[in-house]
């Protein structure tokens, strides 16, 4: 059974900076894995992808300069590193991983979704 685990998260003031990291199985090998966020009342956000061959990364322009995704392969996971923190990316946190080629940005081409992880910015 494929589990992708997350940790980092919580509170930050405006203007900080947050890391979060997600974890795949080792049984896993990954053909995408991605960031989305999802806050109260909204559709679930693409944030950021890479692309686990090839190693090509791909960031919304939402958050494109803020926030960067990266990679250890040798460690199966991901992470995502964000800084300028800003009260509108207050939002559940999650990460996704596909064995499978799809597109990058669709929540749908993704079968495996890591726990979630609250990310609150005060103003």
């Known amino acids: 059974q494929v589990q992708l685990v997350q940790s980092g998260g919580g509170l930050v003031q405006a203007g900080g900076s947050l890391n979060l990291s997600c974890a795949a199985s080792?049984?896993?090998?990954?053909?995408?894995m991605a960031w989305f966020r999802q806050a109260p009342g909204k559709e679930r956000e693409f944030l950021a992808a890479?692309?686990?061959?090839?190693?090509?990364?791909y960031h919304a322009n939402s958050v494109k300069g803020r926030f960067t995704i990266s990679r250890d392969s040798a460690k199966n996971t991901i992470y995502l590193h964000m800084t300028s923190l800003k009260f509108d990316d207050t939002a559940i946190y999650l990460c996704?991983?596909?064995?499978?080629?799809?597109?990058?940005?669709?929540?749908?081409?993704?079968?495996?979704w890591g726990q979630g992880a609250q990310v609150t910015v005060s103003s």
């Open positions: 996704a991983g596909t064995p499978e080629q799809g597109q990058m940005m669709n929540p749908n081409d993704y079968a495996y």
């Open positions: 080792d049984t896993f090998s990954p053909y995408n």
């Open positions: 890479i692309n686990w061959t090839f190693d090509y990364k």
